[in-house]
Nanobody, 114 residues
Framework: QVQLVESGGGLVQPGGSLRLSCAAS????????MGWYRQAPGKQREWVAH???????NYADSVKGRFTISRDNAKNTVYLQMNSLKHDDTAVYYC????????WGQGAQVTVSS
């Protein structure tokens, strides 16, 4: 059972930045993919970005050019750097890890508001 613990959410003004962290309970070298989904109030959960252990990163069109996903294998942590945040980015962000099955974090609230 892989445990994922997220941190770094909060309140930010439009145009601001936040960095989310997702710390795994075991080596992320064994994870075929790790990434993020988000769910805004009243909407379905949507995929945001993911990174494969082969080094490939993919992003949803809505965040491309603004968000960057990265891995620190030594810390067993995946990050989501979010820049130029917009009101529409307000959501609960969920980290996931694929290791035979998909594991989920508990979610981190990101609120973009002036």
């Amino acid at each position: 059972q892989v445990q994922l613990v997220e941190s770094g959410g909060g309140l930010v003004q439009p145009g601001g930045s936040l960095r989310l962290s997702c710390a795994a309970s075991e080596s992320i070298d064994s994870m075929s993919a790790m990434g993020w989904y988000r769910q805004a109030p009243g909407k379905q959960r949507e995929w945001v970005a993911h990174s494969t252990n082969g080094g490939t990163a993919n992003y949803a069109d809505s965040v491309k050019g603004r968000f960057t996903i990265s891995r620190d294998n030594a810390k067993n942590t995946v990050y989501l750097q979010m820049n130029s945040l917009k009101h529409d980015d307000t959501a609960v962000y969920y980290c996931f890890a694929d290791h035979r099955v998909r594991y989920w974090g508990q979610g981190a609230q990101v609120t973009v508001s002036s």
